[in-house]
Each structure stands twice: as structure tokens, then as C-alpha cells.
């Protein structure tokens, strides 16, 4: 699958990942090796194959409801690169 | 319903997607609390706040709670059903995912019929029901470049109930919402409390000409009054029909509704399809329930809504819109029957829904902050139904109780309310007012009927309104009539 | 290296319970080491402070005879469990200065255990890579060089620091994860033993997760005995990690050194690739005659969907990775870049603070999952892996452990195999599998390349059986009496 840079560009926009423009076109050409190279699993036939849901074979385990955590907000704020009368601060949103 | 365009009849297509706040003490997949109105992020654990390496645990009472839902919509439930990760970046979505379930959720295909004002049923469908994380909560007008965001939210429960396109008045969206909500309120999985934001609604609708095909339609979020429901819903069907009237075409669009203007507009952010790249959750197993589980939960359930109203309808021989009225909040309903015990369910009906409700709505008061308890209404109608008041002086007695809290009982013997029912004492006072009114009773013997009310007034205000009115009456008319 | 380094785990364990020496001199010793290990890289924080503290608390149980299982044992920590108030990286710019609140279950395991901390070990960044190049805070150096030859040579990856502070003698022990051999291919290149226990051993909590379907952490040691040790302290169910299995541990011990006798050995035809070195070839077949002459049987067993393992796993991999790591966003923790407005921040620093093997693998998982090819790729992989799991549980029909290679050469220098990452993914053919099917695997050292450099041998068992793993891994240890050194030992005038 041969990626163009508009696609890359999507992509890249998506993951909310900057790429330099210089770099635009070398990122396509590895990325289309690569999804070339993982191509190969069409050749695999998969007719009435279950995906895999998970190799842990259990059921989902359950919880009590009952409050165990948070009341922490010194833990939680501690690590922010920017936080005001206890919010976390971003650049402003104009919804 | 159609609305009337330039260029003929249109009708809208609605549906609407509610999201309800689950009732649980916990977090869906942390242990941190959902108790409203805390400091901003004081209920948060580093799960929520999407830390490295945190994980996710799902709290089981939730799970309960959506499949009583489910039953209460009469709806399927899936016995398998799995969290996806919704994927997209925004400021209130700590993890840049939001745990949601996609392809296959918790509760399937449903109906509800809605109790519409002029009595018909009108059944609606439900799609869908499935569990998912609520985001935090972005303040954008703390500061001038800077918006705060707060993760107490973040995690909360939601159940996503979406309903098939089939709503066609803005009626009819008022009536879905306060029905899903009287659902969910009786159940007790949802406190349905709009102004706190434990319900809200997206509203979907797309406008065609009757029979035609389905047009494009614009999405409006996070709608959370079913007054702005259906305002908005009319607005925006209106909206479109000038739209295509004028030969424009619609844009598949997310949309606003600002209460103040009472008009929809579109969200500023970035124009873009999103492209949400659902997959399971592997974080998370399949979801597995229990047949028994269920049934048993079934089992439990409280009587719900329609089946309260048609027991209250065959039962207390009330009329539908009666007994729809009084079904409508559980809370409601169960005062009433408190009230209709051992007496006459009409005249019980009529208290709890007229002059209880009138006192309620005009203080802003729910049934839960009543000034007059199921009991002392009670008390107040056995005092009718002995004779003991008037219909007329049990109004009196009752906005006194209102108004002191006292009992009916102690509120009659401290200001001697009891109906006069004494023949004589009633004939007494008919005398001494027919004695000061010759030329009127003259006129009422020469054809005046109308001055019979005049008589009857001035009797009663002599007998300090406790006459039986019945028996005054009658009485009046024998003495007039000579 | 001092003659406290020399000791393997079990050896120190029982000389600090004789009292020969304290676990304050073990710990100083270590110390010591790893300072002299700087040239390689391998530690991206030293904590020799903790590691003392900790060592006192150890000599305190250890004086009343209440020693616990690790007392005093220096253990070197990748840099990808989040240990409460040291810093994590993750071998990140994107975590830079991150300082969890909290400690990662398994090292909560390990420290109630009584071992202590000397340090957190480099990686590759967010354990995506396979040679312990892509790390943001530099390289790490193999402590084994070509005999005549200067090059410095990779540890393997992603864990590479600590295979590398193991075969240096720069701790006792280590801890890595596994995603798709992170823990065995390194263990490989750096002639120790590296274990990756059953999907659901060890818990996730508090790990920097990759992958969650594939992650798995697990001890990396000298010797096989030291990882049951290492293996019994760190496992256990987790109630916080869903997938976490609810098991009992077994003494994981008690396998060490149990006869192979009847066992039946599983060779997987199709592991024999084309262009495989031939000296890989002799050494597999110098295991499966080791094994024959400690009393068991191989049998040939068919893995067919081999060949598209390193597929589904560079699809499934990258797909979960994409979404883990969209929380390195700049708001809560790490690096941040500004922007005028929340999603120029959210890009400039995810484009600072995320290295280039990283990136590359997010835009496929990106892409892998986005409309449109969701049920070509992701989904596609997800039958794919399922027929690799099926193919496992076939083939453990008719024997009770499989061997294979470790690696498909051992470990080529620093520069080599950069200029397509293809070649880059092909290091861990015989790993992934394994991961993929969720089953426990070792590398165990069993010789020397012809350029005298380690080569591992693996053992695979079926889910939960880590205990055969063990068994017939002592058996390849006690066969191959593998005791090369490498060039580089801390310590060593």
C-alpha cells in the first residue's frame, strides 16, 4: 500500500503528531514499506476465524461500588506542566 | 406532525441520544466518587487521570444498573458485549480514548410508548443502550487565554440510550425525554436531574418532504432541559426547512443550542470527520452476564410507569390523563396510593394532582419537600368525607396546613371550621338574612333566579362560609319559594 | 568485579542468611559496579541511596532471622515501571521530569519482598525497538565486544539496560518487559537468562503500557534459578489489572533442576528459516541432543502460521500502542510545547517529545485502525493471531515444551540495521510468536557465535506451565555450562 503524503499528512493529523515538512516524504516511503510488508497477511485465509478477543482466557472481573480512590488532588496536579486554583490550564478552547 | 413550508408540507425526522448519569457511589472503572459539586478535582484517581500504566476495573453495580434500564425499556440484553476505545484528543479526555462500547453493547433493540397530552399512545423506538466513561469538564471563561479543565467528571457512568429516528414533533421529543427520565427515575439507576447535568440529550434531526427520502441531518449536543429540547428541536426543523426552501442544501453539522437566543448554531471548533478508530478495549475482557442474573434483576424490578398507570386506571377507576398525571414520577404515584388508602380514590386524585401539585409548583417544591405529607392529606379527606368540612372550607383548611405545617384536625378545632350541617341552625341564619332583603326576595319571586347566588353568598358569610353548601341551598330555595 | 558481584541471586541469598556479609556491603558493592558500568549506558538513574536504605531494613530482618525471600538482594529496574518518587521515563523526552505518585505492582512486589533499588535501567523509548537504540537519553552499550574488534555492540531491546547491567555485573538482577521479545532476545545477545512468564502472570499496573495484549514483565538474571526466585516474588493476581489471572503462585523454585526424563521436546519445523546462520542451526541442534541425553524425546511439530507472526504483530502492536500513548498530550504530565491553541500544543509536543521508531509506529497504528481499514488490517490480525494461538495449542497436543532459537544471529554492532526498520523488526522472528499467543517463554545462554558472542536457546510451554519452562531450561543450563564472560565486567581492574 503505497502511501501518499496527503494521506501521511491525515494521519499524522489524527495522532496529533507534528511532522516537519522535510520529513514528509521519507515518512511515506517508510510507512508504505511497511504496510507493504504486513500486506502479506491477506494471503492468509481467515474465512469463519474468531478474532482473538484476548489471550487472558477468564471473564471480565467485577468491583465493589464503593469509593476506594481519588480525594488526591495534590497527586494529581502534582506532575502538571501548568495548573491554576486546582484545574489543570491549556491553551483556550473556542467551542 | 407537518409543518408548513413555502413550498408545501414538511415533516422532521428526530432522533435522540440521551446521556444518563449512572446512580453509583463509584466511578464506571475507578474507585473514585461521582458525588456532584465537589472541588475540582478532588475526585479523581490517577485511573481517571489516565497516569502511565493505570488500568481500568469495572464496577459491577453499574452493570446492574444498565441492565435494569434495559429491562425497563424493554429491551434486549446482550449476555455478551464488549468495551471498545473511542479515540480522539481533546482537553477532558485524559486518556486522548474514551471506553465506550461500539459494536457490541450491553443493551439491544427496545420500545417505550409515550404518554402523549391528548391521550394517544405513540410507541418510540430504542436502538441501543450501552455503558461508556463521561469526559471531564473544560471551563473556558476562567481566564482570558487559558481554559481550566476539571477531571471529577471523568469516568463517571454513562448510559448512552439512543432512540430509532422515529420522534416527529418537537411533542413528541419532550414526551421521549420525560418519559426515558421517569423510566430511569423509578428504576433509581438515574436521578435524572437535568439542571445538575445527570441527563442530557443530542438531538439528531433531518427534515424531508412526507413520503420522501431521509435528508441530512444536523446534530444538537448536550441539550439539558426538555423545554430546550423541544425548542431547539423546532428551531432547527425550522431552520432547515428555509434552508432547502431557498435552494440551499444542509451541512452535516454539530451543532449548539444557546438558550438565551433560542436558535441553534454550529460548534467553531475544526471542521473534521472524526474518525473515531473503535477496537476492544484490551485492557478489558468480553463482558459476560449470567441468565439467571438477569432474570433475577427482572424479577426485582419495581412496577414501572405503564403498568402503574393501566393498575391505577382498572384499580381506582381513574381516567387515563388521571392516572398518566399521577404515574408519572414514582415518588408521585406512591404518595398518592398513601393518600388513596381506605378512601375515595377520585376525590384523592383530585387533591394530590390539583391543589396538591398547584401549592408544589408554585414553590418550586417536589413531592419530596411537601409541606402537607401523604398522611395529613389523608387526614384532611376523611374530614370531608365525615362531613365534618365543606369541599370549600377543606380548601381553607388546607392552605392553612400549608401554610402552619399543622395537622387538618388541629387546624379545625382552633379556628372552629366544622361545616354547619344543623337544618336549624342553617334555617337561623337564612331568616336573619332574608329579613334585611325585601325588595331582593320580591325580585327573585318575580323571575330574578340569578339572585339566588346573592342569597347564598350573604347566608355564607353570616355563617362564616361553614354552611353545607347542599343543604343551604336547598333550604334557601324552600323559604324563597314561600 | 568484586567477589560479592560474582555471586549469582540464590548464592547471595544464602550467604547474607550464613552472615557472611551484610546486604549494606552487598548493596555497596553494587554501587560500586554500577558507577563503573557508566560507559555503558545501561542505568538512566542511579538511586544508591534507596538501595542503602533499603539494605539496612533487610539487615534488620536478616539479624532477627525473619529474612523474606529477597532480603538484600541490588535489583536494577527498566525504566518503564513506574516506581513511586523516582523519576520514569519510559527512555522518553515525552516523560521527562514525570515523578509517579505511585509503584508499579510488581515492584510494590519486589520491594515487599525485601530487594532494593540501585537504579532504573535505559530502554528503548516506550520499549518499541529491539537493540536499545531508539532511547531519547542515548544508546546502550553491550558489555560484550568482538574479540579484536572496538565497535561497541547493541544489548538487544528493549530491555536493554538490563540485560546489559546484568551480564556487566552491575546488579544482581533485573526486571524488563516483553512485547514481543524485549525481555528473551536481549537476555540472548547478553548471554543471561531472561524469562517472559504467561500473559496474566504478573500484573500491568503501574507499567508504561505498549501494548496491552502483548506486555508482559519479567526478571532477567544470571542464572535460571535466580529467575524462579525472581519469578515467585514478582508474580501474583492484581485485582487492579482486569486482566490480571487469578492463580496461585506456584514455588517456581522447586522446577529448577527437575529431570527431563520422558518429557517430550517440541521442534517446530518452521522455525527453521531460510538464511539462517548456520552456527543458530548447530546450536539447536547441540540443544535438542543435550536435552535427548538428559532423557528426553523431541518430536517435529508444525507451527504453520509462523510465517505471519512478525505481521500480526506489527499490525496489533502498533495499533494498541497508537492509542496508549495518545495520553502524552502535555496536560498532565511530561514534556509540554506550547501552542497558540490545544491542538498546536497537543502536536508540537508530541512531535518534541516522541523519538522517530515511536512515531513511525504510532502513524501505522493510526492507520491500521482508521475507517476504511479497520477489517483489513486490525481485524485481519486478530484471525491471524488467533490461528497462531490455535497453532501453540495443536503442537502442545504432542509435547510438553518446545524448543527453538533465541535470536536469528546474535547481537551486530550499534549503526547496523538502521537504515530499514524492517530489518530492525526481523530480531525478534522467534520471539513474537510467543507474545502473540500469550505463552511463557526463556532464553536461556547456551553458546558462543563464531565471532564469540552469546547465543541463547528458547523454551516455550504452555500457558501458566512456567514451571517446565524452568525444568527443561536448567536442563539447557546444566548441558551448555555456558561461563564466557564478557569484555566488560564493572569491577574488573
Known amino acids: ?95 | 406532525m407537518t409543518i408548513k413550508g413555502k413550498s408545501g408540507d414538511w415533516e422532521m425526522v428526530v432522533g435522540l441520544e440521551i446521556h444518563a448519569h449512572v446512580t453509583s457511589k463509584a466511578k464506571l472503572f475507578s474507585g473514585a466518587s461521582t458525588a456532584f459539586g465537589a472541588e475540582p478535582n478532588t475526585q479523581v484517581s490517577t485511573v481517571d487521570a489516565a497516569f502511565p500504566g493505570m488500568l481500568p476495573v469495572i464496577n459491577r453495580f453499574c452493570v446492574e444498573q444498565a441492565v435494569k434500564s434495559g429491562l425497563g425499556l424493554d429491551a434486549q440484553i446482550n449476555l455478551t458485549s464488549v468495551f471498545d476505545r473511542k479515540n480522539y484528543f481533546y482537553a477532558d479526555l485524559p486518556a486522548g480514548y474514551q471506553i465506550s462500547q461500539f459494536t457490541r453493547p450491553i443493551v439491544g433493540k427496545g420500545k417505550i410508548t409515550l404518554d402523549m397530552p391528548d391521550g394517544s399512545p405513540r410507541e418510540i423506538g430504542i436502538t441501543r443502550l450501552h455503558l461508556e466513561q463521561d469526559a471531564g469538564k473544560s471551563l473556558h471563561d476562567q481566564h482570558p487565554s487559558q481554559t481550566y479543565v476539571d477531571l471529577n467528571r471523568a469516568g463517571v457512568a454513562l448510559m448512552e440510550i439512543v432512540s430509532e429516528p422515529d420522534i416527529r414533533s418537537a411533542e413528541e421529543a419532550g414526551a421521549y425525554v420525560k418519559k426515558v427520565r421517569s423510566i430511569l427515575r423509578y428504576l433509581g439507576t438515574c436521578d435524572g436531574n437535568m439542571e445538575e447535568g445527570s441527563l442530557r440529550c443530542d438531538c439528531n434531526v433531518s427534515v424531508r418532504k412526507p413520503g420522501g427520502k431521509l435528508g441530512t441531518r444536523c446534530e444538537i449536543k448536550n441539550v439539558n432541559s426538555v423545554r430546550f429540547v423541544m425548542q431547539a428541536i423546532d428551531y432547527e426543523a425550522r431552520r432547515q426547512i428555509g434552508v432547502l426552501e431557498e435552494g440551499g442544501k444542509i451541512d452535516q453539522e454539530t451543532r449548539l443550542f444557546d438558550a438565551a437566543k433560542g436558535a441553534t448554531r454550529p460548534m467553531r471548533s475544526k471542521e473534521e470527520s472524526h474518525d473515531y478508530r473503535y477496537f476492544p478495549d484490551p485492557d478489558l475482557l468480553p463482558l459476560v452476564l449470567d441468565q439467571d442474573w438477569v432474570a433475577k434483576l427482572k424479577a426485582g424490578l419495581p412496577e414501572l410507569p405503564d403498568a402503574k398507570k393501566a393498575r391505577f386506571v382498572r384499580d381506582y377507576k381513574l381516567s387515563p390523563y388521571d392516572a398518566g398525571v399521577l404515574a408519572g414520577e414514582r415518588e408521585d404515584a406512591e404518595y398518592f396510593e398513601t393518600v388513596a388508602k381506605g378512601r375515595d380514590p377520585k376525590l384523592a386524585s383530585n387533591w394530590v394532582t390539583v391543589e396538591l401539585f398547584g401549592v408544589l409548583n408554585k414553590r418550586a417544591k417536589t413531592i419530596a419537600d411537601s409541606p402537607v405529607k401523604a398522611q395529613a392529606l389523608g387526614e384532611l379527606i376523611d374530614l370531608i368525607a365525615d362531613g365534618t368540612l365543606s369541599g370549600r372550607l377543606a380548601k381553607d383548611v388546607f392552605a392553612a396546613m400549608v401554610e402552619t405545617g399543622k395537622g387538618a384536625k388541629a387546624i379545625v378545632a382552633e379556628k372552629g371550621l366544622k361545616q354547619v350541617t344543623d337544618t336549624g341552625e342553617i334555617e337561623r341564619a337564612i331568616d336573619a338574612v332574608l329579613a334585611k332583603e325585601p325588595a331582593n326576595i320580591a325580585k327573585y319571586r318575580a323571575g330574578n333566579e340569578k339572585l339566588l347566588g346573592y342569597f347564598v353568598g350573604l347566608v355564607m358569610k353570616a355563617t362564616g362560609g361553614r354552611a353545607n353548601p347542599a343543604m343551604l341551598n336547598e333550604l334557601l330555595k324552600k323559604k324563597l319559594s314561600g | 568485579m568484586s567477589a560479592l558481584t560474582a555471586l549469582s541471586l540464590a548464592q547471595a541469598r544464602d550467604g547474607l542468611k550464613r552472615k557472611d556479609f551484610t546486604a549494606r556491603e552487598l548493596s555497596l558493592a553494587y554501587i560500586k559496579a554500577v558507577e563503573d558500568a557508566r560507559p555503558l549506558n545501561a542505568f538512566l538513574k542511579e538511586t544508591p541511596e534507596r538501595a542503602l536504605a533499603m539494605a539496612k531494613e533487610s539487615d534488620a530482618r536478616i539479624e532477627k532471622g525473619r529474612a523474606l525471600p529477597l532480603d538484600g538482594v541490588p535489583i536494577a529496574v527498566k525504566d518503564l515501571f513506574c516506581t513511586e518518587g523516582v523519576e520514569t521515563t519510559a527512555g522518553s523526552k515525552i516523560l521527562k521530569g514525570f515523578v509517579p505518585p505511585y509503584e508499579s505492582t510488581v515492584t510494590a512486589n519486589l520491594w515487599r519482598a525485601g530487594a532494593c533499588m540501585l537504579g532504573k535501567t535505559n530502554l528503548d523509548e516506550f520499549a518499541m525497538g529491539s537493540a536499545n537504540v531508539t532511547s531519547a537519553y542515548g544508546h546502550v552499550e553491550s558489555p560484550w565486544r568482538r574479540p579484536g574488534d572496538n565497535r561497541p555492540l547493541v544489548p538487544g531491546g528493549s530491555s536493554g539496560g538490563s540485560a546489559a547491567s546484568v551480564a556487566a555485573r552491575a546488579a544482581l538482577s533485573a526486571i524488563g518487559t516483553d512485547t514481543g521479545g524485549s525481555i528473551r532476545q536481549p537476555a540472548g545477545f547478553c548471554g543471561i537468562v531472561g524469562l517472559k512468564p504467561t500473559y496474566g502472570r504478573c500484573s500491568r499496573w503501574g507499567i508504561v503500557a505498549f501494548a496491552s495484549s502483548l506486555d508482559q514483565a519479567g526478571p532477567m538474571t544470571r542464572d535460571v534459578r535466580d529467575a524462579a526466585i525472581m519469578l515467585k516474588a514478582m508474580a501474583g493476581h492484581d485485582p487492579r489489572d482486569s486482566t490480571s489471572a487469578d492463580l496461585k503462585v506456584p514455588d517456581f523454585e522447586q522446577a529448577v533442576g527437575q529431570s527431563v526424563k520422558g518429557l517430550k521436546i517440541g521442534i517446530p519445523k518452521e522455525y527453521r528459516i531460510d538464511g539462517m546462520p548456520k552456527e543458530i542451526e548447530a546450536l539447536w541442534q547441540r540443544g535438542i541432543d543435550w536435552l535427548k541425553s538428559a532423557g528426553a524425546t523431541t518430536v517435529e511439530i508444525s507451527l504453520p502460521m509462523t510465517r505471519y507472526a512478525l505481521a500480526t504483530y506489527y499490525i496489533i502492536a502498533p495499533a494498541e500502542a497508537s492509542s496508549n500513548l495518545a495520553r502524552y498530550d502535555g496536560v498532565r504530565f511530561g514534556l509540554r510545547v506550547p501552542g497558540e491553541s490545544l491542538d498546536e500544543m497537543y502536536e508540537n509536543t508530541r512531535g518534541a517529545g516522541f523519538g522517530a521508531e515511536v512515531r513511525r509506529r504510532i502513524l501505522i497504528g493510526t492507520y491500521v485502525l482508521s475507517a476504511g481499514y479497520y477489517d483489513a488490517y486490525y481485524l485481519k490480525a486478530q484471525k491471524v493471531r488467533a490461528l497462531i494461538a490455535r497453532d501453540f495449542e495443536q503442537a502442545f497436543k504432542q509435547c510438553d515444551a518446545i524448543l527453538t532459537p533465541t535470536a536469528p544471529s546474535a547481537a551486530f554492532a550499534i549503526g547496523e540495521k538502521m537504515d530499514d526498520p524492517i530489518s530492525m523488526y526481523l530480531n525478534d522472528v522467534f520471539t513474537v510468536p510467543v507474545n502473540l499467543a500469550g505463552l511463557p517463554g526463556i532464553s536461556v545462554p547456551a553458546g558462543l557465535s563464531g565471532e564469540g558472542l552469546p547465543l541463547g536457546l528458547q523454551v516455550i510451554g504452555r500457558a501458566f506451565d512456567e514451571e517446565m519452562v524452568l525444568r527443561v531450561g536448567s536442563a539447557i543450563e546444566s548441558a551448555a555450562k555456558f561461563d564466557a564472560k564478557p569484555q566488560f565486567v564493572a569491577g574488573k581492574a
Open chain 1, 1 to 95: 500500500m503505497a502511501l501518499d503524503k496527503a494521506t501521511v499528512a491525515r494521519i499524522a493529523d489524527l495522532a496529533r503528531i507534528k511532522l516537519p515538512e522535510a520529513e514528509r516524504d521519507a515518512i511515506a516511503v517508510e510507512l508504505s514499506k511497511i504496510l507493504d510488508w504486513i500486506e502479506q497477511l491477506n494471503q492468509v485465509p481467515t474465512d469463519g476465524v474468531e478474532p482473538m478477543a484476548s489471550v487472558a482466557h477468564m471473564k471480565l472481573p467485577m468491583r465493589e461500588d464503593k469509593v476506594t480512590d481519588g480525594d488526591c488532588r495534590d497527586k494529581i496536579l502534582q506532575n502538571a506542566p501548568q495548573a491554576a486554583n486546582g484545574f489543570f490550564a491549556v491553551p483556550k478552547v473556542v467551542e
